[in-house]
């Protein structure tokens, strides 16, 4: 058995929700203003994609299937600090879009409880464009 069968079992009981109609990723928008170091960052990244993945598989298993098996499209953006992610969070669910926040534990570089990334999806493309399209690439 497969590293993809296995989540998704573990995440998809049951199959209800919608199909997505068009291609499907997952966004990551990581606290620019943090100024974290590139190791830090990418763990927190893992963090939000794990959380993001099992956050789908309870709410949108159907969409988490497709996403699963379309290889996992993920995209790193920059977010300008803790507002702006707690902005576009805000879109996103006004929109229907799963999002995912990731708070740090302060056991290294940065303070305890700081936003670190906000992950959205995974979603269609088309959906989360319209939150996302402007934000530039980390």
């Given at each position: 058995?497969?590293?993809?069968?296995?989540?998704?079992?573990?995440?998809?009981?049951?199959?209800?929700?919608?199909?997505?109609?068009?291609?499907?990723?997952?966004?990551?928008?990581?606290?620019?203003?943090?100024?974290?170091?590139?190791?830090?960052?990418?763990?927190?990244?893992?963090?939000?994609?794990?959380?993001?993945?099992?956050n789908?598989?309870?709410?949108?298993?159907?969409?988490?299937?497709?996403?699963?098996?379309?290889g996992?499209?993920?995209?790193?953006?920059?977010?300008?600090?803790?507002?702006?992610?707690?902005?576009?969070?805000?879109?996103?669910?006004?929109?229907?879009?799963?999002?995912s926040?990731v708070?740090?534990?302060?056991?290294?570089?940065?303070?305890?409880?700081?936003?670190?990334?906000?992950?959205?999806?995974?979603?269609?493309?088309?959906?989360v464009e319209?939150?996302?399209?402007?934000?530039?690439?980390?």
């Open positions: 058995m497969g590293l993809r069968s296995i989540i998704h079992k573990m995440t998809a009981p049951s199959h209800h929700g919608h199909s997505p109609s068009g291609p499907v990723k997952m966004i990551l928008i990581v606290n620019n203003g943090l100024k974290m170091g590139k190791g830090k960052i990418a763990a927190q990244a893992g963090h939000a994609s794990v959380q993001a993945t099992l789908a598989g309870q709410k949108s298993p159907l969409v988490l299937d497709a996403w699963l098996s379309s996992q499209k993920k995209v790193c953006l920059k977010g300008d600090d803790a507002d702006h992610l707690l902005a576009l969070e805000k879109l996103a669910i006004e929109g229907g879009l799963l999002t926040k708070h740090d534990a302060g056991h290294t570089q940065i303070p305890s409880g700081s936003l670190t990334v906000l992950a959205i999806g995974p979603c269609q493309d088309d959906e319209k939150i996302t399209g402007t934000l530039k690439l980390l």
